[in-house]
């Protein structure tokens, strides 16, 4: 018999027999495991002792590789933006202070310098599977405070992978080399983006496709091979394979079948995540441990008290009360599984020294025994800190996280400014992959092609190149945001600092392009900056190619908000109640224009929707209605746009206005109510493939396309070039004449 069978059938019985000794003491099942792997472990002559321990070792491999799966299956990006900037800060502050920490006490017990790194790595990772436990034991699961940790060990995890490229890097030199690492944690964010971003647009529409062939089987083999074919592309990147498992549960877990992966997948990840414990405690030798007492049992209070009081320093930063930090800290204050993992790495790369490994396992176990007592008695050491502190020093912290403090509004520039960062760093990154596959990918490819020659490859390159970052110019540029144009109307000294920012924006796209155009054209000529400028001025007021992105990104916001969307329904955000309708009264300055000259639907992307006049009433007024003082005019459009448009005519702000729905619903019946409407497009109908500007709806039935719903995904104001698919929605505004007609003509309403 192959001596990994009866060593699987020595762990396995041994670990079940443990395993379910703690679960009736109510023990964490880790701590469990870890004691199963010292008994069967090397280290303990008097049990059944493992034989091949290199098979184990590469058991516990595919454990890790399993167990940041799971991990991944239990985050996505909607509980990213969830979480909230407290858990942000909290999380960073607890990560940079334990690692300064960690280096700190390692260098104090005379530790070498990568021992002393990869220590505070290991000791800036929190516990979610004990603290989860600790919350359920003890009822408070549901609480305030609770719901802050869980949202801090989110982004723990998210750092917990950048630490462990970090300390891959490192460790190639034995030394911190300032731009070795900021490059290699630059090509990190961007394939981290790029995998994301190409992820969610393919991966849901891929399963979407296949879904009649997914039975249990197909879907549990697809979802590992996935898994492990990323970690075969992470380490062909020079990444970790953990990053690669961790992308792929993430991947997964945006789409429909996140819960049915997790349930398929969950024997897997016991079996294997056992496996890892196991081969954790089998590196246990209680000599060493003995041995090494003191600094256990200095980096055990180090641990404990360095988590409690950076993590409640982190809580207080981002405005909590004194009383929440205190509790927070309490939970955090325990190391765990992320640890073992991050010891894992550094055995591996072979830059720390073995005692360590014991060490942070006897570290983790204290701790772990210690989490509950702690969160039990946070009140009290809330009360006691409370009564330590100086009077003066308690009543700057009760003003600092007053309510009045922490409920301030942003302000226009603070809006925009966000837009600005978050919009230029997504396309910048998508930009920079086209760039990046044409000259790493493509060229090489067709280099390898001999029926191809060098000019004819170099420029179906520049071909490539100049159509990707052509789709994404205009959304990166941006020049239509609502939040540009609010600062824009609403003050003339905005305009001068709005010129640089987007003149900024041309630079950055000229620096993406130009270095890649330079190597494939094989010359350097300055003269190509101010013709690359010019192109792109000239892309973004054509248009080109915007009907495309339009398509695109309702593809991938579709597939991005799957699992949101599977409800039905519930949750669904309806065109109409996107739009809002505002009632103006035309003064001086307005009489005498047509609505073409006032061109509001351009500068504003609001429409005008009907004009009265006196008991006249003018519906679906054409561009060239020329307007008088005293005129009603009534226009639908964005809340953000519309109060966009009141600036710029220095109205005063209204508190609310009706949503399309609202006032369709509310009509009173005098003059032709309107009629809100979506007409769904199936596989025989007319509209299926033809754009919007040639469908022909506004002139056979005298109404104003709003918008379309593409799985269910409202998107207002779409390009004229934008081609209707089959399953969209097309929501039209008319009267009840309009309607009769579309009944006339085959349509049916949704």
Known sequence: MPKLISDLAIMLLTAGAVAVIFKRLRLPLVLGYILAGFLVGPYMPYFFTVADESSIKTWSEIGIIVLMFGLGLEFNLHKLASVGTTAVVTALTEVFGMLAVGYLVGQALGWGSMDSVFLGGMLSMSSTTIIIKAFDELGVRQEGFAQLVFGTLVIEDIAGIFMMIILSTVSVSKSISGGALALQLGMLVLYLALWLILGIYILPTLLRRAERYMNDETLLLASLGLCFGMVLLAEWLGFSSALGAFLAGSLLAGTVHAERVEHLSAGVKDLFGSIFFLSVGMLIDPAMILKHLGPILILTVATVAGKLIISSLGVLLSGQSLQRAVRCGCALAQIGEFAFIIASLGMSLGVIADYIYPIVVSVSVITTLTTPFFIKKSEKIYELIRRLLPASVAKKLERYTSEEQAA?????????????????????????????????????????????????????????????????????????????????VKSPSNRLPLFTLTALRYLLIVFIVFFPFQALLDFSGVWLLPLM???????????????????AEARFMANFNERSLQRGDEGTEWLDEKLFVQALEIGKEQSGKSLRQLDWGKNFSVNAVQIVRGRKRLFMPSAGAELREGDRLLL??????????????????????PTLRAYTEAQDGTGEPFYATAIPVGRESELAGKTIRSCGLRQKYDCMILGLQRARLPILQPDVNMTIQQGDLVWILGTRKMAEKLLAGGFEEE
């Open 533 to 551: 400028l010019l192109v792109i001025f000239l892309i973004e007021r054509s248009g080109w190619l915007s009907s495309a992105y339009i398509s």
């Open 636 to 657: 639908i459009g964005r809340s953000e746009d519309l109060r966009s448009l009141r600036m710029s005519l220095c109205l005063p702000e209204e508190m609310e206005l």
């Open 408 to 488: 301030h509004t942003d302000g226009d520039w603070l809006r925009y400014l966000k837009r600005y960062v978050r919009v230029t760093a997504l396309y910048g990154v998508l930009m920079t992959g086209v760039t990046l596959l044409a000259q790493f990918v493509l060229a090489p490819a067709l280099e390898r092609m001999p029926m191809i020659s060098e000019s004819v490859g170099s420029g179906l390159c520049i071909l490539f190149c100049v159509a990707g970052v052509a789709l994404f110019v205009r959304p990166m540029l941006d020049l239509h945001s609502t939040e540009y144009t609010t600062l824009w």
